[in-house]
């Protein structure tokens, strides 16, 4: 009976802790896409993900690969999508390798962060 008591318990523990794990915001797809290579400057880094996101608690930060950061405007979200994160690039991006290092805050409050390059190539 204790070890059935025990494997109930585990069993529980084990689910609640995969349903926690599942309640962030991970990272569906992105404008520019993961890995792709562009032929325009994009103007704006949007990026879609399974839930919804707080905005003001979330954004990009755009690097080259140099190390040399670019600026961004302000994070907001789809008009009529709260999954959907969208960052303005200010100014035209020069030929080359980028890598958008991403955080994220869902409605859950907690943060999270990933990364994905892509390639202007006109």
Do not use: C
Not at 12 to 36: C, N, R, Y
């Amino acid at each position: 009976m204790r070890k059935l008591r025990t494997l109930v318990l585990a069993a529980v523990a084990a689910t609640f802790m995969a349903t926690v794990a599942d309640a962030h915001p991970q990272l569906k797809a992105a404008g520019p896409a993961p890995g792709s290579v562009v032929t325009t400057s994009p103007r704006a880094i949007r990026i879609q993900f399974n839930e919804a996101v707080v905005a003001n608690f979330s954004g990009v930060e755009l690097v080259d690969q140099s190390g040399k950061k670019y600026d961004t405007g302000t994070a907001s979200l789809g008009a009529n999508d709260r999954k959907q994160l969208i960052v303005p690039v200010n100014g035209e991006l020069a030929p080359g390798k980028y890598t958008v290092n991403w955080h994220a805050v869902g409605d859950d409050t907690h943060r999270v962060e990933g990364k994905f390059n892509f390639e202007l190539k006109p």
